[in-house]
Nanobody, 115 residues
């Protein structure tokens, strides 16, 4: 079955950086576009970014443009999210998913941005 395992979250100060990873299995990884979504405390799921199956096209939510970079390694079945200049409002649990709604996602990795 489809499985996503996210890692790389943690506590970081405002302005800091984190690189999230998502190991995927159970499907032909290189055939599907993939997404990152997030969920802040007390809020619903929010789409962050998407990357095409080949990695040549990317899309970002406005808040992520210029700060976040999505990428993938199809040889390793792994999705990444490089996050720079993090802000307190980026605090959330981050998930990789096979669609923008996050209906099929992993357990997530917690990102906390605080001084």
């Amino acid at each position: 079955q489809v499985q996503f395992v996210e890692s790389g979250g943690g506590l970081v100060q405002p302005g800091g950086s984190l690189r999230l990873s998502c190991a995927a299995s159970g499907f032909r990884f290189n055939l599907y576009s993939l997404n990152w979504v997030r969920q802040a405390p007390g809020s619903g799921l929010e789409w962050v970014s998407e990357i095409s199956s080949g990695g040549d096209r990317t899309w970002y939510q406005n808040f992520a443009k210029g700060r976040f970079t999505i990428s993938r390694d199809n040889a390793k079945n792994t999705l990444y999210l490089q996050m720079n200049n993090l802000k307190p409002e980026d605090t959330a649990k981050y998930f990789c998913a096979d669609n923008r709604y996050g209906s099929n996602r992993g357990q997530g990795t917690q990102v906390t941005v605080s001084s």
